[in-house]
């Protein structure tokens, strides 16, 4: 059934408990059913809407392979009025973070089975194959995520966070493995830091990271195997901490004396 392309509209009302963007107020209208002029109603929590080459277009694909992903499940439904189709932010973000996958080099079909693993109630961790960790992970709505970050989340930020581990995508939500992480990096994009030097420093980070841990396990199962190593943790923690304090101050006590 064809779509008739027309131009975005915003549709507002207050949100729902949960959190989520619910569709709310009355709706202007103009000519015979399925004909929709613009929103009576606009505010805060105003939502953008698209007909399918206008979200084709936003998302850098084309109307076909739109077409596709909708077939294959991989967005969901739209908003139905009448004949017409209405899509979102949502959609939107959606389809970043599919580009984003593939630019990683998952396929369509994993990309497919990993949504309907989590569609069907299994938790993010385990479909991705994670750890126990003492991170408290956070969800957020796509739009969430475009908010906390200022617009900064593109196809390649995506694709940068995906490729850490920071985020995953979890049924109509994206899961954030850190709240101290996410905190951090919302923090230093509020300061005026790019998103990218974010996720680029976040990198390097990593892997000094994991280098310091290969350090104390190695040194830990070597001179004491019979040790927790949940017990001794805490140390490792405390070490790192404060040897970057330290080292903070070695470099600003350096570029006071030149």
Partial sequence: MAEKAEGPKARGGPQAQSGRKEQSGPQAHSGPTGQSGPQAQSGPAAVREYRMTEL?????????????????????????????????EHHLARLHTIAAMLERGHTLSVIGELNEALESGRDVGEALGLHP?????????????????????????????????????????I??????????????????????????AGARVREHADALAELFLATVRAHAPHESIDKLRPLAKAVVEAELSLALDRRLAAEENT
């Fill in 56 to 88: 084709a277009e936003a998302a850098g694909i084309t109307v076909r392979t739109l077409r596709f992903y909708r077939e294959r499940g991989l967005i969901p439904p739209p908003r139905r009025e009448g004949r017409i189709a209405w899509y979102d």
């Fill in 133 to 173: 960790t003492e991170e408290t992970p956070v969800r957020l709505s796509p739009e969430e995520l475009a908010d906390a970050f200022a617009g900064e989340v593109t196809p390649e930020n995506l694709a940068a966070a995906l490729d850490l581990g920071y985020l995953a995508p979890d049924g109509d939500e």
């Fill in 175 to 200: 899961v954030h493995i850190s709240r101290r992480l996410l905190d951090a990096s919302t923090a230093l994009v509020r300061a005026g830091v790019p998103l990218a030097e974010v996720m680029q």
